[in-house]
């Protein structure tokens, strides 16, 4: 995935399952989609494809408090962040590598959860798993 592709992705599900893929690592691209009912709602839900086991997914790229975890994830790996509210009601999240080679990765957003997500995905698929 491209930083431009990244950059153009609206928050929702799939942003969700890239984070959970390459921040969080205990699913991959075989597992799909499905919807949940009664007490299961409120999160985004995958099964294997072989049906043996399934998992919610917090919505990071909406919910502050799902992507708050996120830039947790990345405050005890050593990165500095900060979180600006941008001329014309955007956001923008940046992520600092400070501990390695000091590399800078930004996302921008309409939300700050969404902002925050598209700066892990750059951060992690631009350097490697956090």
Not at 10 to 24: A, F, Q, S, V
Request: proline share 2%; hydrophobic share 40%.
């Amino acid at each position: 995935m491209t930083p431009e592709e990244i950059k153009a992705m609206e928050p929702g599900r799939e942003l969700d399952r890239l984070i959970r893929i390459h921040l969080y690592g205990d699913i991959d691209d075989t597992w799909k989609w499905f919807e949940a009912w009664g007490n299961h709602q409120g999160y985004n839900w995958v099964i294997k494809d072989d049906e043996s086991a399934w998992q919610a997914l917090s919505k990071y790229s909406s919910d502050i408090s799902a992507a708050w975890e996120v830039v947790e994830k990345f405050k005890n790996e050593g990165y500095l962040f900060s979180l600006k509210n941008l001329v014309g009601g955007k956001y923008e999240f940046t992520l600092t590598d400070w501990g390695r080679k000091c590399d800078v990765f930004s996302g921008q957003g309409e939300t700050a959860p969404e902002a925050i997500c598209k700066a892990a995905l750059l951060a992690v698929l631009g350097e490697g798993k956090v």
